[in-house]
Structures are given as C-alpha cells and as structure tokens.
C-alpha cells in the first residue's frame, strides 16, 4: 500500500499515549483504507506504551488505536478521533511488536489492553491481534465504549479475558450531550457480555460539574451491580492533560478551566459504587 513503507520509519512504542500524533496516514488511498478495515490485515495505532498498572491486572502494554465515533467532552487524546492520524501498521508488524513483551507480561502478571480511541472501530484488526496474543498466551483485554460490541461474534469474545467499560454517565440524553451518542448500545453489550459471564470492570471519569451528579452515578452503580459479572469499578478523576490537543487542533474544548475533583467528590463517588455492592476504587 501506498504509504505504508514510510510508515515503518515511525516507532510504535511512544513514552506516553498524551504524544501528539496526527496525518499518519494521510497519504493512504481511501480504497486502501477501506479494504484494510474489511480485512483487518492493517490497522492504525497511536502507539504502544509499556508498564501500565491502570489498564487492566498486573502490568501492561497498551495498544493505543486511533478512530473513534464518539465526541467525549473530557476526551484526553482527540488525536485519537480521526483514523488517519494513526500510523497504518501491517497485522503481521502489530503482531511481531505484541511478541516482544510476551515474556516481560508473564513475569509481571500483566497482558496487553486494547484502547484507543475506539478499539471495536478497528474491530477485524483487533480480532487477529486478539487472538495472536491468545496464541502467545498473554492476558488480553479491551478498554471500549461498547457502542460496536455487536461487531463481535461470541467465538471472537472468548479471545478477550477482560473488558473495561467505559460508562459515561446516566439517561440517554445526558449521554447525548457528552458523547455525542445514545448509550444504549454500550448497556446492551455489557448485557450480553453478563449473559456469557465476561469479566467486566467499569470504568467512570469524574468531572465536576459534568459527571458528579450523585443520582446519576447511583443510575450507573444500580445498572452494574445487577449484571452480576462486573469485578470492580474505577472511579477515574478527570485531568487537564489533554487540554493542549484540543488547543492545537483548533477544536472548541468546553472544559477549560474545570478543576480535577476533590479527593471528597472522588470518595463521595467510590461510596456510593460501594453502596451498591461493588468493588470500587
């Protein structure tokens, strides 16, 4: 493919996912794009970073795609929004990258975290990914919205040991206007993921003002503990260190200004997820 070979210059491993990414794969035919999707045989990744203790158990490599379809207000890496901002990686390259931590991962009790972006927006490309980790015998698991989990056929599910799941906040049209899209999609796979006893942890950013609404989180806490197969919720404080991409794409960022929580509001949250009978940090 076109492109391609000048994408290979570019390192996979970035120090963090907050690196400025962007017009990675801006030279690649539109033909060529949609075939790769179609097929998974390439995907467009941020980066990779290593030694994450936050995205799942032990330590982890996380795999950062770009491409998502929903407009978070707090979004921190809206770099990751357009696909093509990605670097456009051969499956058989992602797959030889993801080898070289496999004996580090056992060590560490850690896997590897699918996120993005969107990871399910790349869905064929993360399906071989899945399973070439499978095959290496590594702990996987995917950090997603759920809008896109019907793409997933139940054989594809039994490759992930693990879904984090973001829930945003509560009632379709809250939803709406943080998102830009309805949630029940994200409520109906994490339902079908119940049904078939996949692990889930919840994942909630809390931003003052935005998010903290005490009914709300009682909404997302009384949804959760009802599906009965979710192990553990991470209440995860809203920060301003995306800010800057916002501000270097020229997009309007609605949040400048909004302070992190306070340790109170991050404990008022975790209780009322306790109260639930949750385990929640």
Known sequence: ???QGAAQTVPLEAASPFDMRVHLGDDLPETDVRSALASGDMGFLHSFTT????DGPGVRVVAWTTGCMWRCQY??????WTLRNGIPVAVSRAIEQLGKYRHGLKRMAGGVTFSGGEPLLQDRFIVKLLAAAKAMDIHTTIETNGFLGERLSDAELQDIDLVMLGIKTWGDEKHRSLTGRE???TLAFARRLADRGKPIWVRFVLVPGLTDDADDIDGIAGFAAGLGNVQRVDVLPFHQMGQYKWERLKLRYALAGVPAPSPEQITRAVEIFRGRGLNAY
């Open 1 to 3: 493919m076109s492109g």
């Open 51 to 54: 030694g994450s203790a936050v």
């Open 75 to 80: 979004c921190h890496n809206p770099d990751t």
């Open 183 to 185: 949630i029940e999609p």
